[in-house]
Each structure stands twice: as structure tokens, then as C-alpha cells.
T-cell receptor, first 111, second 117 residues
């Protein structure tokens, strides 16, 4: 079945450091891929998305590229801020449109 | 605010009691989804509706769980004879059904946190 695997956290970084959160997936067909973010005390928000191979999703300085050959969708940001501290979820959707999430990666950024 | 709303935000109940949660989707979104999120895990799909039709149910949705969307607008999720293992955050999401796209962006509500004592 379809599944998503993402790196365990927490990821602890200093402000302005480079961020990578790894995500790989298993899916039949051609899923769409997403990164959602959950800030403390808030609901899930869509951060970025990619709908086909080689697409790059980007938002708020975050980027992720849909790599079909490695079945990956790693999240990157060149310079993190304290305000980026949150839990990040990688997810995929297939033809039924339900989302399948990874377990989440907590990011902690210190000044 | 025109986002997805859920009520109540928190519910504490005793084992064996029934509980019902409500979700109001974004107006004109015809798809509505329910997910469950336990501590330290990602959300897990429970069921979804297109308008009033329930199109898919997860195996996680035991016969104690029932969901409805009677007029294709708001939805309710009822859990009968609650168990401690039902303690979780219950999330609702909605999306428009767009033609000629292979995905529908889902917008999530704040969730209902259920604690079963």
C-alpha cells in the first residue's frame, strides 16, 4: 500500500542554519506530494505541494522537489528562523484524494 | 473567518459514553474528510464524503464509529461506547473538487481533542 517515511526528530538548529528534512514514499501510480506544517497550538497548514515528477514546490523560503527516480520529496530551507519551529509532515495523495501522512518531524530553531 | 471549523475543541468523557463531533467545511467545498491523530503520529485517514455520499471508510473506522453529512454541508462523527484507545485529536478537512486536476488541496480545521477517562 501507499506509505510515507520521514526522518525522525527532533531536528535542532541554530537560527540561519540550513535545513533538510528527508521524506520518501511508496505509492502506486503517480501521487501528488505535500508538506504540511503544524505550529504550536494551531491546525495543519499546507506549506507546499508538487503534483508531478520534477515539480518543485516552494513557499516561505522552503522548497521540495518531486523526485520519482528516488521516490523522495525532501524539504529544504537555506536559512531557518526561530519562527519556523513547528512539526512538519510529509504526505501524499493518490487517486482517492485521501492524504497519507508521515509521522512528522519536529523542528526546533534556537536564536 | 471562513475556514474549516470544528466543535467542540476539547471533549473529556468517561469510557463507555457516546460522543459526537461536528465539522463545518469551507462553504462550497464538496469534499469533506475525517482524520485521527494520536500523540507523536501523523494524521490517519478515517473517511470522506463527496457532498452527502460517504465514498470511502478506513479499516480504522470500527462499527462504533459513524459519520454523516446529511445535506452535503456540515458533518458529524459519532463514537459510541468510547474506549481509552479512542483518545486522540480528530481532524476535519475540506476541499473543492476541481475538474482536470489530479489533486485537491485539503484545508484542515483546528481539530477536536478527545480524552477518554
Amino acid at each position: 500500500g501507499n506509505s510515507v517515511t520521514q526522518m525522525e526528530g527532533p531536528v535542532t538548529l541554530s537560527e540561519e542554519a540550513f535545513l533538510t528534512i528527508n521524506c520518501t514514499y511508496t505509492a502506486t501510480g503517480y501521487p501528488s506530494l505535500f508538506w504540511y506544517v503544524q505550529y504550536p497550538g494551531e491546525g495543519l497548514q499546507l506549506l507546499l505541494k508538487a503534483t508531478k515528477a520534477d515539480d518543485k514546490g516552494s513557499n516561505k523560503g522552503f522548497e521540495a522537489t518531486y523526485r520519482k527516480e528516488t521516490t523522495s520529496f525532501h524539504l529544504e530551507k537555506g536559512s531557518v528562523q526561530v519562527s519556523d519551529s513547528a512539526v512538519y509532515f510529509c504526505a501524499l495523495s493518490s487517486f482517492t484524494d485521501k492524504l497519507i501522512f508521515g509521522t512528522g518531524t519536529r523542528l526546533q530553531v534556537f536564536p | 473567518d471562513t475556514g474549516v471549523s470544528q466543535d467542540p475543541r476539547h471533549k473529556i468523557t468517561k469510557r463507555g459514553q457516546n460522543v459526537t463531533f461536528r465539522c463545518d467545511p469551507i462553504s462550497e467545498h464538496n469534499r469533506l474528510y475525517w482524520y485521527r491523530q494520536t500523540l507523536g503520529q501523523g494524521p490517519e485517514f478515517l473517511t470522506y464524503f463527496q457532498n452527502e455520499a460517504q465514498l470511502e471508510k478506513s479499516r480504522l473506522l470500527s462499527d462504533r464509529f459513524s459519520a454523516e453529512r446529511p445535506k452535503g454541508s456540515f458533518s458529524t462523527l459519532e463514537i459510541q461506547r468510547t474506549e481509552q484507545g479512542d483518545s486522540a485529536m480528530y481532524l476535519c478537512a475540506s476541499s473543492p473538487r476541481l475538474a482536470k486536476t489530479n489533486y485537491n488541496e485539503q484545508f484542515f480545521g483546528p481539530g477536536t481533542r478527545l480524552t477518554v477517562l
